[in-house]
């Protein structure tokens, strides 16, 4: 017995002595770790993090395989790296760091998450955004409608104007009646609500895309290839309505094609609805973290 506790003793002297000091500068740096990983998360930046974490594994591969010609390319252009990764994330930077100037950080922790903002995407809003669609393509109305999915769109809600209502088809007729204010652009659609009206969308290079085709549906494709957003476009021209997706185009003829294309597309999230959480919610942060 006596052995066997000077065996304990001799392991427990090697573990260093804990104080507030130490609790203190855990908390600090857990707070920042996960405000980063927010950030990241909610951004352009977390696909781009995915790209750099590709590049981490193929380095690993390469050290296990022993490839001295692809560890020697990689180690030579390893000394610009620091300043690419700079330049990439540059606009996301300066972003953080803006908001971060200007809010008070203690006032954004322990809050509850905004139940209405959790509301997920859901058949009422498909059916409302199907009738507004064809209703407004039969009185050939131009529109532009963005489904906001897993990446953030909070880059593209900051060029138009906040409008946080419930998707409704009067409102989506209202907002893209000709001659009102908001009637340019596109809108961004998060969960159940309108968030923004008259915002600019990016154009895409592709060109494969007819040229019988307008500005809008080249939003559609530019912003579909930029993030996994499900796009409806009403044609000014022709009435049609037409769905981008992946970068792809695809003619919708009927509502019932549209209800059911948009129930594949868009996944529904409801496990955080409603539910309390001690740090701000990732929903909440979408708005503010880009």
Not at 77 to 94: D, K
Not at 231 to 259: M, N
């Amino acid at each position: 017995m006596a052995e066997i506790l000077r065996e304990l003793y001799s392991w427990i002297a090697f573990v260093p002595e804990i104080t507030f000091k130490n609790f203190l500068e855990i908390a600090i740096i857990t707070i920042v770790v996960y405000e980063m990983l927010v950030w990241i998360k909610n951004t352009r930046a977390w696909t781009l993090l995915k790209g750099i974490l590709f590049i981490f594994a193929f380095v690993l591969l390469a050290a296990i395989l022993e490839l001295d010609t692809i560890l020697w390319l990689l180690e030579k252009t390893s000394y610009i790296a620091v300043t690419a990764i700079l330049i990439i994330f540059q606009p996301e930077l300066r972003k953080a760091l803006e908001q971060l100037g200007s809010k008070n950080v203690l006032t954004n922790l322990f809050t509850a998450d905004d139940v209405k903002k959790n509301e997920s995407f859901n058949e009422k809003t498909i059916n409302e955004l199907v009738r507004a669609s064809f209703e407004m393509g039969k009185v050939k109305t131009g529109a532009l409608m963005v489904i906001e999915r897993s990446t953030p769109l909070g880059e593209i809600e900051r060029t138009g104007i906040e409008v946080d209502g419930i998707v409704t088809s009067q409102l989506l007729i209202n907002i893209f009646e000709h001659n009102t204010p908001l009637h340019d652009g596109a809108v961004v659609i998060r969960g159940n609500r309108v968030t923004a009206a008259t915002c600019y969308l990016p154009l895409s290079d592709n060109m494969g895309i007819s040229k019988d085709l307008g500005t809008r549906h080249r939003a559609a494709v530019g912003v579909s290839e930029a993030s996994d957003s499900v796009t409806i476009v009403v044609s000014e021209e022709t009435g049609r309505v037409t769905v981008a997706s992946g970068g792809q185009l695809r003619r919708v003829a009927s509502g019932d094609e549209l209800r059911s294309l948009l129930s594949t597309l868009i996944k529904h999230e409801d496990a955080n609805t409603g539910r309390f959480k001690i740090w701000k919610g990732r929903r909440k942060n979408e708005r503010k973290a880009d």
